[in-house]
């Protein structure tokens, strides 16, 4: 049984340029939840998606976009990119079953330099 | 007030004891309760979730919730080494639009051989 997947692993970028993630959910999951985490902080809420739609947003800039596609994959675009962006950044995915457990991929450690 | 609190550390213990860390949340209304532990520059790993008042096991893992008092904690049993990492607690909340998992800080636990 296929884990969450996430690429690339790590990504170095400039101040200004425009970056985009990829996450594959657990088998069998629907809802794709995307967390920043800053070093020594807990991960930070940027959005979910479900049915293809954004469901829920964080308190994110609209910077920060994304897409979920037939698949249930997820996509994390962030444009503009900031020092303040650095961090690692996660995908989790969850069935819409009301219970809200969420599995997280290895992340994306983003450097913005 | 931060919506959920933990307690930095480190806290450190010695091999064979008990480890217990705690969490407080602020929102009332939250159902759901999450222990994920993290390996340093790894992703979390969910290790346990409780939605009722009581304890749930797990092994050596022992998840205790007190929603009138509004904390949740974490016993780990006969704590190893390998149990040396950050904890994080995540609460969920049901009702409105909120959708998301709120995360602490985490705690830093170091079991000493």
Redesign the interface.
């Known amino acids: 049984d296929a884990g969450v997947t996430q690429s690339p692993t790590h990504l170095i970028k400039t101040r200004g340029q425009q970056v985009t993630l990829r996450c594959s959910p657990k088998s069998g999951h629907d809802t794709v939840s995307w967390y920043q985490q800053a070093l020594g902080q807990g991960p930070q809420f940027i959005f979910q998606y479900y049915e293809e739609e954004e469901r829920q947003r964080g308190n994110f800039p609209d910077r920060f976009s994304g897409h979920q596609f037939p698949n249930y994959s997820s996509e994390l675009n962030v444009n503009a990119l900031l020092l303040g962006d650095s961090a690692l950044y996660l995908c989790a995915s969850s069935f819409d079953d009301g219970t809200y457990e969420q599995y997280f991929g290895p992340g994306t450690r983003l450097t913005v330099t | 007030q931060k919506e959920?609190e933990q307690n930095s550390g480190p806290l450190s213990v010695p091999e064979g004891a008990i480890a217990s860390l705690n969490c407080t949340y602020s929102d009332r209304g939250s159902q759901?309760f999450?222990w994920?532990r993290q390996y340093s520059g790894?992703?979390?790993?969910?290790i346990m979730?409780i939605?009722s008042n009581g304890d749930k096991e797990d092994g050596r893992f022992t998840a205790q919730l007190n929603k009138a008092s509004q904390y949740v904690s974490l016993l780990i049993r006969d704590s190893q080494p390998s149990d040396s990492a950050t904890y994080?607690c995540?609460v969920?909340s049901y009702g409105g639009?909120?959708?998301?998992?709120?995360?602490?800080?985490?705690t830093l636990l170091a079991v000493q051989p």
Do not use: M, Q, R, W
């Open positions: 959920v759901s999450f994920y790894k992703s979390p790993e969910l979730f939605y994080l995540a969920h639009a909120t959708n998301k998992l709120i995360f602490g800080t985490g």
